[in-house]
């Protein structure tokens, strides 16, 4: 299941970047008032900014719904554990093995007189 919507996942994020590259900036509207050649193109001029946008929302939904739910589900899964948990453990010392105390470290630097 993880992987049904890890690959919809994929598939929703290269959409909204293949949907954002398509369309044009808020600046492109003025040079296609003079005549740039945007309004042969194959929606027209303003009639890819509807589709496009309605396209994107919905992929950016999609997107949305499913980073939701993968992080539910990696954040429920049976083995889940921390990364930074194993390096704060330490290893508890082997029968007969003394414990050394900690060595006090000292703060003051050397060139500096009391």
């Known amino acids: 299941m993880e992987n049904v919507i890890l ?40 009639g890819s900014s509807n589709l496009l946008s309605k396209l994107t929302s919905i992929f950016i939904t999609v997107f949305f719904a499913t980073s939701l739910t993968l992080a539910f589900m990696s954040s429920h899964k049976a083995g889940s554990g921390s990364v930074v948990k194993p390096a704060l453990t330490q290893q508890a010392p082997a029968e007969g093995e003394a414990v050394k105390p900690a060595q006090p470290v000292e703060n003051t630097p050397k060139d500096i007189p009391n």
Do not use: C, E, P
């Not at 290269?14 to 954002?20: D, M, R, S, T, Y």
């Open 7 to 46: 690959v919809i996942h994929v598939l929703a994020a290269a959409a909204v970047i293949g949907l954002v590259l398509l369309q044009h900036g808020k600046g492109a509207d003025m040079g296609a008032a003079f005549g740039s050649g945007a309004s042969g193109s194959l929606f027209g001029v303003s």
